[in-house]
């Protein structure tokens, strides 16, 4: 019995170091301990303690850590690659776990402001959504951009004019009839589900701004609106500055919360309704 206690207290003290070890059962941590010298066997435990990571790549030598992988088969570069062999990391897959989790937010901050810069810089070039669409950023920040890309451009809509918004609403139809083209061509299967997911966004997003017409909504701060989940960037925020500070925010009526920047993988949308806005 001493013996067990002493090696749960063990195993506490891990998790305490990295807290997602959390998720994994007692029998997995100590596999997980067990296995410090080869980096690699960690692998089919990573999505016990991270939701979209299914896998990492490493090196030739299993030294590096340089990408991450869902069980979709994305894969994201990572901004800082990790040495697992650092006299920091070895033999401790918790420090390099941690170093992982944080290099995760860091390259989901950084991919999204590329992304969200690259939408405006097509469009100052005369290009189209869609030509973005298809630039083959990861699913998930595709779809957190463009609602914020969406929520600025209803705001601005709907405090320009009747005429403002009725022009955005046909600019939805038209792009929602984009995608819906370009899905029945001959595309890769990691696209196809980036954009069905967009699809059961980009139809909710027209409803919410065909609602807002019909009840003539003229000012932001208006119920219709802001019972909406709306995402707001800092456009102050920097990569070389402030990479620490969250630069997206998530609002709906008075309650706001920062974006987690949690890799997801590429995964496919519920319909949204009320009740899963809630």
């Known amino acids: 019995a001493d013996i067990i206690f002493k090696l749960l207290e063990y195993l506490n003290v891990k998790r305490d170091l990295f807290p997602r070890f959390y998720f994994v059962s007692d029998e997995d941590l100590m596999k997980i301990l067990a296995q410090t010298k080869d980096p690699t066997l960690i692998q089919q435990h990573l999505s016990k303690c991270f939701e979209g990571i ?11 850590i340089s990408q991450m992988i869902s069980s979709e088969d994305e894969v994201v570069d990572l901004v800082d690659p990790i040495n697992v062999n650092e006299e920091i990391c070895k033999g401790k897959v918790e420090v390099w776990l941690k170093f992982l989790s944080d290099d995760m937010v860091k390259t989901m901050k ?33 779809q957190t951009i463009d609602q914020e890309i969406w929520t ?30 370009i899905i029945r061509t001959d595309i890769s299967k990691s696209l196809s589900i980036t954009l069905s997911a967009l699809i059961i966004i980009s139809v909710h997003n027209k409803e919410v701004v065909e ?5 003539k909504i003229t000012e932001v701060s208006e119920f219709e609106w802001i019972a909406n989940m709306r995402y707001e960037w800092d ?44």
Do not use: H
Request: some cysteine.
């Open 110 to 142: 950084v991919i999204s402001n590329n992304c969200r810069n690259d939408y405006f810089e097509k469009l100052k070039n005369g290009k189209k959504r869609l030509d973005w669409l298809l630039t083959n950023w990861p699913g998930q920040i595709v």
């Open 54 to 64: 299914n896998r990492v790549t490493f090196d030739d030598k299993n030294e590096i």
């Open 152 to 181: 600025k451009e209803v705001e601005k809509s709907i405090v320009a004019s009747e005429e403002e918004i009725n022009e955005y609403y046909n600019e939805l139809q038209n792009n929602l009839k984009d995608v819906v083209d």
């Open 211 to 215: 609602n807002l017409i019909k009840k």
């Open 235 to 278: 456009n102050t925020w920097n990569t070389g500055k402030n990479i620490d500070k969250c630069p997206l925010k998530v609002k709906m009526v008075t309650s706001e919360l920062n974006y987690g920047f949690e890799y997801l993988g590429n995964v496919s949308r519920l319909v949204i309704t009320p009740m899963t806005d809630r």
